[in-house]
């Protein structure tokens, strides 16, 4: 059973283009949450989402982010117009269901370097 | 809001025994959870607990006190592959995690 799969694990952009995160979630988990971790700095909560829906979006900004979790593919984290500051480790997680106690499984992460 | 407070840093010799302390406030607690994590690898699971007490798990033991918002990771019998970042996790309304910004541990000859 394959874990979570991200791609790519390493991504270079130039300010201004835009970032593309791939993930895809642990066979029969449909429940995958986004996080962010800056240099130095704890993970940040950023997106959960269920097939086609977004549940939670608290952690997102309110800009240049989108997040979206087709009914067939994987999850895609969006960002245009990269920043400096959106160089970071983010990272997918999936569970099996919402409940609190199902742990949620972590993958490689995507190192986003803006140049 | 949510706040976790845990050691940045922790030093132990191989062999011996270490405790990661965190203390924390959240809203809509529904278990705490420490994941461990390499440098530059994803976090892994290392346990959850929801209610009072102890849970044992080979080297891995974790303490829950919930009326004083406080959570200990117990390592035991240190290997050099246990130098990593601990990660404390209070799980809060719909499954999200709120993570501290880890403890270092140096594990040392």
């Known amino acids: 059973n394959a874990g979570v799969m991200q791609n790519p694990r390493h991504l270079v952009r130039r300010r201004g283009q835009e970032a593309r995160l791939r993930c895809s979630p642990m066979?029969?988990?449909?429940?995958v949450y986004w996080y962010r971790q800056l240099p130095e700095e704890g993970l940040k909560f950023m997106v959960y989402?269920?097939?086609?829906?977004?549940?939670?979006e608290s952690g997102m900004p309110k800009e240049r982010f989108s997040a979206e979790f087709p009914k067939e593919g994987p999850s895609i984290l969006r960002i245009q117009q990269v920043v400096r500051g959106d160089s970071a480790a983010y990272f997918c997680?999936?569970?099996?269901?919402?409940?609190?106690?199902?742990?949620?499984?972590f993958g490689a992460g995507t190192r986003l370097s803006v140049l | 809001g949510q706040n976790i407070d845990q050691p940045t840093e922790m030093t132990a010799t191989e062999g011996a025994i270490v405790q990661i302390n965190c203390t924390y406030q959240t809203s809509g607690f529904n278990g705490l959870f420490w994941y461990q994590q390499h440098a530059g690898e994803a976090p892994t699971f290392l346990s959850y607990?929801?209610?009072?007490g102890l849970e044992e798990k080979g080297r891995f033991s974790s303490f829950l006190s919930r009326s004083k918002g406080y959570s200990y990771l117990l390592l035991k019998e240190l290997q050099m592959k246990d130098s990593a970042s601990y990660l404390c996790a209070p799980a809060g309304t719909a499954s999200k995690l709120t993570f501290g910004t880890g403890t270092r541990l140096q594990v040392t000859l």
């Open positions: 607990n929801v209610l009072d």
């Open positions: 066979k029969g988990h449909s429940h």
């Open positions: 997680a999936s569970s099996p269901t919402a409940t609190a106690k199902n742990i949620q499984y």
């Open positions: 989402l269920q097939k086609e829906n977004i549940i939670d």
